[in-house]
């Protein structure tokens, strides 16, 4: 089994609909992360969360929400899809120790 | 602000050539640098990861190193093989905010020609 498993891989959502994205990782790390991959602007981070309690906003978290349901999941959500959120999508874990970070396969969301 | 880029944006090479990719980076204030490649519509698969104590990583036919005070990495390929055409990604474990994060590079695109 994967470090970490994405669900969906890929999706299509009509503007306006409410969609999540859920991520879960076998590494027993406290770090979750989401980002977010568009051609030629690299990865930007969304949230992030360092336990249960602890959710922080990246660099471009307006128009999405996260929920930590346990160490080891990290759901992100749009509450109402718009185009311009059509990307790749990553959730990922850190090791805290050695800072080794650990990917997702990606989610592939396409809001029409 | 941490940030990372990478040159060049694309590269195409005959098979069996040996190449380099550059990545730099601002802010020498990092716990790490890692390489990842990926391939078309596909995750990030991790090919290297450089401790801040550290100057060099080896992985069969990749080799990348780090120079943390002028701000440069650089993955070298030994004998390119079409299966390595991929995108190759630099991102930096950032400790020079009040967090820690991994910041990415834009990418490099490498294809290898038969």
Known sequence: DADVTQTPRNRITKTGKRIMLECSQTKGHDRMYWYRQDPGLGLRLIYYSFDVKDINKGEISDGYSVSRQAQAKFSLSL????????????????DPLNTEAFFGQGTRLTVV | KQEVTQI???????EGENLVLNCSFTDSAIYNLQWFRQDPGKGLTSLLLIQSSQREQTSGR???SLDKSSGRSTLYIAASQPGDSATYLCAVADRGTSYDKVIFGPGTSLSVIP
Do not use: R
């Not at chain 1, 109402?80 to 990922?92: D, K, V």
């Not at chain 2, 060049?8 to 005959?14: E, F, K, Q, T």
């Open chain 2, 8 to 14: 060049p944006a694309a590269l195409s090479v005959p």
């Open chain 2, 62 to 64: 990749l080799n990348a």
């Open chain 1, 79 to 94: 509450e109402s899809a718009i185009p311009n959120q059509t990307a790749l999508y990553f959730c990922a874990t850190m």
